[in-house]
């Protein structure tokens, strides 16, 4: 027998095996774990539910059930805080349907279906059936809002600026009130309302008058209505930054280029700044009258003028410039180039620190045009990089310059009026790129002194909102340096609670992250430590939750949204029927999947173990009866 054994594991025959598993339909139970639950008072409904869909033998036995909580995000949860901020219903649904592609399970959703954040989830297609549970309040109360408030976040000084507020209402019977702007308590301007069930909207446009310079803080609010049960949403703060900026600017260039018009349009957008255009070979004037001058394209015919103007000025490269003249003067940056032209498109670098400037999709811009060849700078900062046909560098295309007592810039590359016209036909409108060429003829006509400590930071938040900050620091020869620590130390003068942040080191700035702050107004200072050198100011935390905004649970959107993946739309007093429907629903069943295993005979042990049982028998058997 031993023998046979150990012959049948030398020739190792495969075994084929056949093992059988049931595979049960998931059930994904998703949970609103936003602020609008606890704000709808439906905490302890949604934790019984939990518990009861959990102890139901039936849909244990039928379903493998999952829970998970969303609001910005869904993750599978076992306890709810319903503190998250914003609800995206259909990233939940989508991330759900992605997760279980094979399993054609169905899904439980818990929601007042207020949607802050993300796609319409009204026309998701979703391969799971969908089962909407409404909870909050289904009555559809009085309530009026501002819906949506416009308003410029800078204006100039003696100016008028547009507040453009958009009101709505949802109701039964006419209503009347009164709509407001406060200014530190005091009510700049009032508007009487009357809409209807068959008005339910109305546009109000407010101009103020920009009479002094700073940052002001104001607040546009509704009366409220008899019996509204929701005012969280009558009222919206906003702020808005008075400049005095009166400005002078010359545009001097050799050549006619459609650039030069396009430039003189977008600076004198702002009615404070005046332009004048002037051939370098016709210019008679005084240079130094100007507080900002555009040197378009510079050859050696611009000598006297880039020698006599020592600050405050932006120079312009393109296929015309000479290069050789520009190399010859001492301006921080020069070129090795070729006289073969070549197109780059921008970057935008979201680290730029010089002065506070969006992204305006320059991505997605047009090429600028200038000779190809390689740019050196000394210390500088850049608004935008090349990229040079596809591929990505960290040559500037837009940078500053700050030198001493200079301060000036340049933008490598003729065409920015393709920027404007791109601007236009993307957005029907040239207030963005005008309001980038503003904010760049703002900081060069400005004589203020670079600060080696520079804090990018906003003015108004909301409440919950994720607060960044920047902040860009320099050593004695204005060059960045990465070896301080800089802390942040913030102040909430309403209550007095002071706290410290450190900042965190990233690439060429150093970042910080704050979330959670309470409403209020806030006093910061950012330091850096050993050094005697600071930077203060103040913000403000708008008491405002995008949650708390609904009176009522929005319970149309989701019965379309049921009906569109075939569910069924329950409420909360129907939570027993929709057991019993999953139940009975015949298209979630068990699947028997059967797998075949071929396993080799070499791997059962046991017949190893018999093999050394069997000597080993045979051995004590012939000792004992003498025969070794």
């Not at 008899?226 to 400049?243: A, D, L, M, Q």
């Not at 500037?396 to 007592?405: A, H």
């Amino acid at each position: 027998m031993s023998i046979f054994l150990l012959f049948l594991l030398f020739i190792n025959p495969q075994i084929i095996l056949e093992e059988t598993t049931n595979i049960k339909p998931k059930l994904s139970v998703l949970i609103d774990n936003s602020k609008s639950t606890s704000f709808f008072k439906e905490e302890q409904f949604i934790t019984d539910f939990i518990t009861k869909i959990k102890s139901n033998k039936q849909l244990s036995d039928k379903f493998e059930l999952d829970v998970y909580g969303f609001g910005t995000q869904i993750q599978q949860l076992d306890s709810f805080s319903f503190t998250d901020s914003k609800t995206d219903i259909s990233k939940a649904i989508s991330s759900i349907n992605n997760l279980h592609k094979k399993n054609l399970g169905g899904m439980v959703l818990l929601t007042d279906g207020n949607q802050t954040l993300g796609e319409d989830y009204e026309f998701l297609n979703s391969k799971q059936a969908v089962f909407p549970l409404v909870v909050g309040d289904t009555i559809q109360y009085k309530d009026i809002k501002i819906s949506q408030l416009n308003v410029n976040k800078y204006s100039y000084l003696n100016n008028k600026f547009p507040v453009e507020a958009f009101i709505n209402y949802e109701g039964r019977t006419q209503i009347n009130s009164e709509f407001s702007i406060y200014k530190n308590g005091k009510k700049v301007f009032s508007k009487n309302i009357k809409l209807s069930p068959e008005n339910k909207s109305a546009t109000v446009t407010a101009n103020l008058t920009s009479d002094k310079e700073g940052v002001h803080y104001y607040s546009a609010s509704l009366t409220k209505l008899e019996g509204e049960k929701n005012i969280r949403n009558n009222t919206k703060n906003f702020i808005v930054e008075v400049i005095d900026e009166q400005a002078k600017v010359l545009i001097v260039s050799s050549i006619v280029h459609p650039d030069l018009g396009a430039l003189k349009k977008s600076i004198e957008t702002n009615k404070q700044r005046k332009v004048d255009l002037a051939q370098i070979n016709a210019f008679k004037g005084n240079i130094n009258e100007y507080q900002f001058v555009v040197f378009y394209q510079p050859n050696q015919y611009f000598k006297s003028l880039l020698t006599e103007r020592t600050s405050n000025f932006i120079i312009i490269t393109g296929a015309k410039t000479d290069w050789r003249f520009i190399n010859s003067l001492d301006l921080g940056f020069s070129k090795i180039f070729i006289q073969q032209s070549e197109n780059y498109r921008p970057i935008y670098n979201s680290n730029f620190l010089t002065y506070l400037q969006k992204d305006i999709g320059f991505d997605g811009f047009p090429p600028l045009k200038d000779k190809f060849g390689k740019v050196t700078t000394t210390e500088h900062q850049s608004l935008l990089y090349q990229n040079l046909k596809g591929i990505s560098t960290t040559d500037p295309l837009l940078s500053t310059f700050e030198k001493g007592e200079s301060k000036y810039a340049v933008i490598f590359g003729e065409g920015i009026w393709k920027w404007r016209a791109s601007s236009y036909v993307k957005e029907n409108s040239f207030e963005s790129f005008d309001e980038f060429i503003g904010n760049l003829t703002q900081y060069l006509s400005s004589s203020k002194k670079r600060k080696r400590l520079d804090v990018k930071l906003e003015s108004l938040y909301l409440a919950n909102e994720n607060i960044g900050i920047s902040a860009l620091y320099l050593d004695k020869n204005y060059k960045f340096d990465a070896r301080a620590s800089l802390e942040l130390r913030l102040k909430n003068t309403d209550t007095g609670i002071q706290k410290v942040y450190p900042f965190s080191l990233v690439n060429t700035s150093y970042q910080l992250n704050l979330e959670g702050l309470d409403s209020g107004n806030y006093e910061y200072r950012v330091i850096v430590e050993g050094q005697s050198i600071s930077k203060s100011g103040t913000f403000k935390v708008a008491d405002f939750e995008v949650e708390q905004q609904f009176s009522s649970a929005n319970y149309k959107k989701l019965e379309k949204l049921a009906n569109r993946t075939e569910g069924k739309l329950f409420f909360k007093n129907q939570e027993n029927t929709l057991f019993e429907n999953l139940i009975k629903d015949e298209r979630f069943f068990t699947v028997q999947k059967s797998n075949t295993k071929k396993q080799d005979l070499i791997h059962w042990k046991w017949i190893l173990f018999t093999v050394v049982g069997l000597l080993a028998l045979e051995w004590f058997l012939r000792k004992y009866f003498g025969k070794i």
